[in-house]
């Protein structure tokens, strides 16, 4: 069975200063990674996603994240937070050739004026 | 249709009523599924159709809950006797099929049972 830990339920950033959030999966085979975003009252949005070939992925509102196969993880970041980034993110994983999302526990981002 | 929309947004049942969650895919998308999202947690699957074949239902708790997509478009999911620990909200979400490790989500149905 796969699952999937982000670390930390909570992170406070300031305004302008990096974002980081961790995701950790386990897997006996690479699956394919997705971090959705989840503002209040809204469904998920996917940020990006890694299915092959790049192991840097760019995704919307600034964002990235880095497959590292060797520490089955897939870390989010973006470079300077902003106040419109105050949401709740989700890591996810596919297994290769599956169909359902198996979710992390999700980080909920208060970013600070 | 812009996205997936689900209906109602927000339901309240009491305890043992029956309620059904209504799912409208974005349009030709052949995949379609639902997932459970207990307050404070991330989303659980519960099911997944293709087109209207009910491929993988082994996330649904009970058989309490029932899920159909007869026209392989419009899907309902329906909770009979409702109990207080179904209360959650009810993300529905569809993918084209070609790539279905992209799903698109609806804004949820919030099903609180007092």
């Known amino acids: 069975a796969q699952s999937v830990t982000q670390l930390g339920s909570h992170v406070s950033v300031s305004e302008g200063a990096l974002v980081l959030l961790r995701c950790n999966y386990s897997?006996?085979?690479?699956?394919?990674l997705f971090w959705y975003v989840q503002y209040p009252n809204q469904g998920l949005q996917l940020l990006l996603k890694y299915t092959t070939g790049a192991t840097l992925v760019k995704g919307i509102n600034g964002f990235e994240a880095e497959f590292k196969k060797s520490e089955t993880s897939f870390h989010l970041t973006k470079p300077s937070a902003h106040m419109s980034d105050a949401a709740e993110y989700f890591c996810?994983?596919?297994?290769?050739?599956?169909?359902?999302?198996?979710f992390g526990g999700g980080t909920r981002v208060l970013v600070k004026p | 249709g812009a996205g997936v929309s689900q209906s109602p947004r927000y339901k309240v049942a009491k305890r043992g009523q029956d309620v059904a969650l209504r799912c409208d895919p974005i349009?030709?998308?052949?995949?379609l599924f639902w997932y459970q999202q207990a307050l404070g947690q991330g989303p659980e699957f519960l099911t997944y159709?293709?087109?209207?074949?009910?491929?993988?239902k082994s996330g649904l708790p009970s058989d309490r809950f029932f899920a159909e997509r007869p026209e392989g478009s419009v899907s309902t999911l329906k909770i009979q006797r409702t109990q207080q620990e179904d209360s959650a909200v009810y993300l529905c979400?569809?993918?084209?099929?070609?790539?279905?490790?992209?799903?698109?989500f609806g804004p949820g149905t919030r099903l609180t049972v007092t």
């Open positions: 996810a994983v596919i297994k290769a050739a599956g169909n359902k999302l198996t």
């Open positions: 897997s006996s085979v690479p699956p394919y």
């Open positions: 159709f293709q087109n209207e074949a009910q491929l993988d």
């Open positions: 349009s030709g998308h052949v995949s």
């Open positions: 979400a569809s993918s084209l099929g070609r790539d279905p490790y992209e799903q698109y």
